[in-house]
């Protein structure tokens, strides 16, 4: 059917949206409690019916933003978590656990001024320094393929006062997926080598020769180019997706260090490979802190009958700071906030402790939660369940025992607890096995607690919000998040309210690597987790309280 352009159909539109704007959400239509429990009816109602997911959102993503470790607007989400937990009469406390670099993120201007004018899509790494709000004019000089680390010594003089390139140039900056829908073969086979031979080239630890790594951002080559006096170092981490780079961090402390995007990074290249001796103008703002307390912000409901026995919900706070962290790990956080908000409304005197932890420090190691692990031996030992979040905004899908054989018995039961509806979107994988790394629930599993993640459907987090320059507000997808913080405040009642504690024996990790050994290889593109299997406990690693560099 056409739409017919008549002078009334903006106002018809406008309505349209109106109306749109204010439905309230109703994505099951018929929920099917499996029991007549009130408190997991009332939970569902507030949970659904008044929800506050997109008020928290709006303030955390678009007016505090990125939550980089160490930074003032982290401390501004901090404190902005306790004002919040305290409007709704629930304690909450900012809790010092060391000290980490400190950086404020001012403007980024980056423009190319020859041999044409065009501002270009970029921002500063993190923690990089600025240009002291001047402007900084250079040339560009690529950073060549050397014999040898004594080849690169002698080559540093050419690099002074210079802007050096220290990325590869991508051949495309279309995703995969585009080349598979519509390349030839022949094209798309050339295409895939060429990409592959890019990234051989570039690749850490022996970044062309030199004997240096990047690590994450520009490690120990960045400040081996400092120290040869560059005037700054341009970096590009394109995902595969359109317009998305990663953004993370330097440790130079004099030379700023910026990241273009695939398109504008790959002008810039090809200008200075063409000798088109290509000047770039800089005018950063940014401005090195030095190291300054950090915090988790801890909220606590106080249980009545077991106040020594804890239920835990968990969602690191901190944020890379490229964009606005809102899937990584904001909606993690949005989650337990308003898990938390629901729980003080329906179930204010629980029968265990429930606790909150929003941690810092994540992204540079999980140091946040490793510390309060260490800090609070009385909350591990006590700990029925603990319940993190931090893969994205998708709906909760997967969940497990992460090793411990009594807990899936007990989750199978807490499951068979809450609507069908919501219980049937998740694979309930059994024992499991215990957490790899990578996100919060580690700390507390290292130790053998009974700590839980909850699996998202990805919605293209990998390519498009994972530490990008594109994980904003827009990417939320808040029936998903409606649903989540609904499921988690569930499954934190139900933890709370079980008989029994939780036991601690461990699954036979040998047993079952080598079942997983004989199973067929899991399908190509399997989330990370089914890929991992340990044949030993993992190990603690002790949290760093003051600033560990990664320069390798
Ligand atoms: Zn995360």
Request: glycine content about 10%; aromatic content about 10%; overall charge negative.
């Amino acid at each position: 059917m056409r739409i017919s352009i008549d002078p009334v159909w903006p106002w018809r539109l406008a309505l349209l949206i109106a109306t749109l704007a204010g439905a309230r959400w109703t994505p099951l239509a018929a929920q099917t409690f499996p029991t007549d429990d009130p408190v997991i009816k009332r939970i569902w109602a507030i949970g659904v019916d008044s929800s506050q997911v997109e008020h928290l959102s709006s303030v955390l993503f678009d007016s505090i933003g990125p939550r980089l470790t160490g930074s003032p607007d982290l401390k501004r989400g901090n404190d902005w978590l306790v004002k919040t937990y305290a409007s709704w009469g629930i304690d909450a406390k900012n809790e010092q656990y060391g000290t980490w670099r400190g950086w404020r993120r001012g403007y980024s201007h980056i423009d190319l001024v020859e041999p044409r004018i065009r501002s270009l899509e970029g921002t500063m790494l993190g923690y990089s320094p600025g240009t002291g709000k001047r402007d900084l004019t250079a040339q560009t000089v690529i950073l060549p393929r050397f014999a040898d680390s004594g080849e690169f010594v002698k080559w540093l003089p050419n690099a002074k006062g210079k802007f050096v390139l220290v990325a590869g140039l991508q051949p495309t900056c279309r995703p995969t997926d585009d080349w598979d829908q519509n390349a030839t073969p022949e094209s798309k086979l050339r295409m895939d080598t060429l990409r592959a031979a890019v990234q051989r080239e570039w690749r850490n630890p022996d970044v062309r020769g030199t004997g240096y790594s990047l690590a994450i951002g520009t490690g120990e080559l960045g400040i081996r180019l400092e120290q040869a006096g560059v005037a700054a170092i341009i970096t590009s981490r394109p995902k595969n997706g359109w317009g998305t780079i990663e953004i993370f961090e330097t440790y130079d402390t004099r030379a700023p260090a910026i990241a273009l995007s695939c398109e504008d990074y790959g002008l810039v290249y090809r200008l200075t490979e063409h000798d088109q001796h290509p000047t770039l103008r800089l005018n950063l703002d940014g401005e090195l802190l030095g190291e300054r307390p950090v915090f988790n912000t801890v909220a606590t409901i106080k249980g009545v009958e077991k106040p020594d026995e804890y239920v835990m919900l968990s969602a690191h706070f901190d944020s890379w700071d490229g964009s606005s962290g809102a899937t990584d790990n904001g909606t993690g956080t949005v989650t337990m906030l308003e898990a938390m908000r629901i729980l003080k409304t329906v179930y204010p005197h629980p029968k265990r402790t429930i606790l909150v932890g929003h941690w810092s420090g994540e992204e540079e190691g999980e140091v946040g939660s490793k510390a309060f692990s260490e800090d609070h031996p009385d909350v591990l030992r006590g700990l029925q369940a603990l319940f993190n979040q931090d893969n994205g905004t998708g709906r909760i899908v997967r969940m497990s025992g992460a090793g411990l054989p009594n807990a899936a018995e007990h989750i199978a039961q807490w499951l068979g607890k809450i609507p069908f509806e919501l219980r049937n979107q998740i694979t309930f994988a059994g024992p499991g096995f215990p957490a790899g790394g990578g996100s919060d629930d580690f700390s507390f599993s290292c130790h053998g607690a009974p700590a839980f993640g909850l699996g998202a459907l990805p919605w293209d987090y990998g390519n498009y919000t994972w530490h990008t320059n594109r994980d904003t507000y827009d990417k939320i997808v808040f029936d998903d998040l409606r649903s989540n913080a609904t499921v988690t405040a569930m499954l934190a009642y139900l933890a709370s309210e079980d008989p029994t504690l939780i036991t601690r024996e461990r699954i036979d990790l040998v047993a079952a690597a080598a079942i997983a050994a004989a199973a067929p290889p899991p399908a190509p593109g399997a989330p990370a987790a089914y890929r991992r299997i340990p044949t030993t406990w993992p190990d603690c690693v002790p949290a760093p309280r003051t600033t560990s560099p990664r320069l390798k």
